[in-house]
């Protein structure tokens, strides 16, 4: 373990340290209130320009550089995140009030997805190469020799998520799966934990350097202004945007994208409610253990997950009234938590006001607002499903520690609700096969509702593998066709290109008829292996 | 050869012809400005409300139905399309002016692709099924199975192109493209051939019934305003819009598509200037070939290609004068063609307008405004890369058969010319091993700049295969991760669901263990046929 860089409060151009601008606010330690050193400045337009400017450079020799080099320096990236040791974990701890044992995790989590996608990088499936070889003789007119693979789309901007100080910020996801593609990356960190992101940044400007990959590949800024984001998200040399947020956020980015002189695609994350249905038996038969389990699922990390179930749905009766009476007990003994900024608390207190203001509401668990600046208590409303269908409030997502049960009627009532969901992350379906008339026929309607839909368990806790899809039709996310977790995410900031008649030295090694060994490949129409 | 239902002027909605609207508009022959019959009306906003609505609700049941019926279903539309024999060239010709022997080859084309992609449903790779086995003694906590694969994103709809009326129009690449995905399909016909697109969308109705499919998988409708295609791009139901024509047209359905209250992805190709880079020593060595070849590219099918080429860079000098004659000659004996309409020789005209007016500009070949209501002359142009460099309007496509020459005075200007290229569906590059210093430095910027890169031949004349990549950076295409052109265009319109805990018998076929025949996956990280 090497003595982490001190924190100096500035941002990273061209791998050094730079801050034209005033140094304007400072991480706010979310249990007291207090500030903590260094402060920071918003990034200037010019350093923005700067940043963007040289990754639109750095794109074409950090491509280049090749597959190898590539998983490499993401393993190295892993390495010296490990190798920032505590300090790493006890800055992100100040900033974002997260316990040690969840961090540590999500640390683990972190490096393990860079060297995953070091090892996505080096098996090339991703590439999707595609040789037809040609035909001089075919009449009426010769066959050209085509050859195609995906190259990296260009610059990414990725914006730092508040709720995963490490998974989902500067080296987090995006930012692996970026790299992995190719693709330079501007960062801009989250203003609640800028020292946990300089910490970071300074690691992978510290891994291009070893690897002797342009310094211009990776940028990071700060900015707590909304101005920061929104000229970062203009820039002409930008090629994608991904962003994991508030809805109102990724909105506005995808917005900004649409506006510019040259469109180009965004990948929010702007979360969902994650409804999970318990159905009639199952409620019968199990209602006790998943009371249990949703209860603790809703308020993990204080409800600040994207796929906290915040929406239960339920058969009326005595079995229901039974579940959210152990359901109420279990999540009214849950202590008081720490929410990540104040603007999450008073993001989610405004919005248990508007819930509270719904006539025919129940608020079963409802203990007002916590102490403390980002204090957090859990909820619980109950609602019946006519009033849920005919209240669009209560379709979108409250983040924090509160979900919100719907009761319906009857199996059609359940079914209007299923078709009434906005796009999810996730949903949930727990039934027996005593359910089976709702377990036939929800599934075809929520398919088309989400991303990922589940058997058992709870929605929280995402596995990062091959498989995993986190993403969903809209407001889930501003992109349907793209994943923020797992390996499919490599595939939002590619694009294929073909070669016509190329003579093979020109061509792509993995484009040539002895390819480089292990690329899958599809050759004339057969998938091989060479 | 069955003998093709009469033309009754009406859409196609659940199958059956409809019209509430007030006929007001009918095919032009180019050659002699007469109207046909039948008359058609613009689609009512009732009529792409039900078009729309019908298209969501049989999304579900289409999707459903498999890829064995998909696959047969594709096979029938081309077989219908094929049955319906002269009557179907001889009206796309007096609707187009296309001679019989291209529209021949275009309908070849077009059966060929909707047959190739009933190969690709059936092959099954394209839906990317991966399997990661859940592990329940996994610590700390048990590893789900998870399982996910491409699912259809809905509805699409296909906007029919003027320049190609079977190919990329009612049955063209978008339709079996999304077809083959598991998409319903709303097309909106071009107005320049409703003849010919009520011919083929009346098979495609056909088919559907013959394979017992939903009928509201499929609506054409007709509309001379561009209020139709507005109010189909914002309607609710549709989850993805493909577009083949003008900027202008590309950029609209762009913005509408932003302002829905849900966005969707927008595939418009709007065609580029297809730069051909003719190098030094190549120059002096095969200018006469080039020149021919050139002038026929340029001139095929009266200019009215999206790769038609439109930029040829030059060394100047002698050779490029030498060459400049050849090709002034070739294309001053081209006879005068017909463009498909009026609109499409208006614009012309104004874009040989401004060209001729900016100051500098050589008109080399340019005798002006054909006989006709749709004639067009062939024009060529030339002008020094500073100026092409200064002047905006020159990076523009000139749709027609019209090509600018830029003169470089040097190996720094064919590279500054190279940089300043906006997005491209093709570039060509023509060297010989003497021209290696720009055949080094070339492609690295040029595949930034372009979907597909040419090392020999001409850029029209595009394959339909695997490897095939038509699409590129904006303005070429809204979204260069598309192409609209051979295998990869199912991409498009496709996205991932997971299924999390989901027991065997609840799964799709394809993510079952003992997976169908033949569909390559993603097992446990390994890749496995099963």
New interface residues.
């Given amino acids: 373990m090497t003595d982490p860089t001190p924190l100096v409060g500035r941002h990273r151009i061209d791998g050094r340290p730079v801050r034209a601008g005033t140094p304007s606010f400072a991480a706010i330690d979310p249990r007291h209130g207090t500030a903590m050193e260094p402060r920071f400045a918003d990034a200037t337009a010019h350093e923005i320009d700067a940043a963007c400017t040289l990754a639109e450079a750095a ?2 020799p950090f491509a ?1 550089a090749g597959r190898e080099v590539r998983a490499a320096f993401l393993e190295s990236v892993a390495a010296r995140i490990e190798a920032l040791g505590d300090a790493l974990l006890q800055r992100a701890h100040a900033e974002t009030a997260l316990p040690l044992a969840r961090l540590t995790n999500e640390r683990g989590r972190t490096c393990g997805q860079l060297r995953r996608f070091a090892q996505v990088v080096r098996d090339g ?1 991703w590439l ?1 190469a ?3 070889h040609g035909d001089p003789a075919r009449t009426p ?1 010769p ?2 020799d ?3 693979m995906n ?1 990296p ?2 610059p990414v901007a990725v914006f730092g998520a508040s709720n995963f100080p490490l998974a989902f910020s500067v080296a987090g996801g995006d930012t692996a799966a970026a790299f992995a593609a190719g693709c330079p990356v501007v960062c801009k960190a989250h203003p609640a934990h800028p020292g946990t992101s300089e910490l970071v940044g300074h690691a992978i400007v510290e891994a291009l350097a070893e690897h002797d990959l342009p310094p211009g590949a990776f940028a990071l800024l700060f900015g707590a202004d909304h101005r920061v984001g929104q000229d970062l998200a203009a820039h002409r040399s930008l090629r994608a945007i991904a962003f994991t947020g508030s809805f109102a956020g990724g909105k506005a980015l ?2 900004a994208a ?1 506006r510019r002189p ?2 180009i ?1 965004v990948f929010a994350e702007m979360g969902s409610t994650n409804p999970v249905f318990v159905l009639q038996q199952r409620l019968a038969r199990d209602g006790a253990t998943i009371a249990k389990s949703l209860s603790a699922s809703v308020t993990l990390g204080v409800g600040q997950f994207c796929t906290n179930p915040g929406l239960v749905v339920l058969p009326r009766g005595a079995a229901a009234e039974d579940f959210l009476a152990m359901l109420a007990r279990e999540l009214a003994a849950t202590p008081e938590g720490t929410l990540l900024h104040a603007g999450i608390r008073s993001g989610y207190e405004r919005r248990l006001g508007e819930l509270r203001a719904v006539p025919g509401l129940r608020a079963l668990v409802d203990a007002g607002a916590a102490s403390g600046v980002c204090g957090a208590r859990s909820a619980l409303f109950a609602v019946d499903a006519r009033t849920w269908l005919a209240t669009p409030t209560l379709h979108e997502e409250v983040f924090g520690p509160a979900t919100l049960a719907v009761l319906c009627d009857d199996a059609a009532q359940v079914l209007a609700l299923a078709r009434a969901l906005p ?1 999810q992350l996730s949903i949930t379906i727990l039934g027996d096969d005593a359910d089976r008339d709702l ?1 036939d026929a929800l ?3 929520l ?2 509702k ?8 709870m929605p929280t ?1 995402v ?1 990062v ?5 986190h ?1 969903g ?3 889930a996310t ?4 793209g ?1 923020s977790v797992g390996t ?1 995410a490599i595939a939002r900031f ?10 093979a030295a ?1 061509l792509p090694d993995e484009l040539r008829d002895a390819g480089p060994p292990g690329v ?1 490949r ?1 050759v004339d ?1 057969r ?1 091989v ?1 060479s």
């Fill in positions: 794109a074409q280049a499936a999707d595609r040789i037809d007119l066959k050209p085509l050859r195609s190259v789309l260009g995808v917005e649409a040259t469109p695609p796009g377990l599934p075809p309607i398919v088309q989400t991303g990922r839909i589940l058997f058992a368990g806790g596995e593998n091959d498989a995993i899809q993403g039709p809209w407001p501003s992109d349907a066709r994943t499919r590619l694009r294929p290109v073909a070669w016509q008649d190329c003579p020109r899958p599809l129409g998938r292996v």
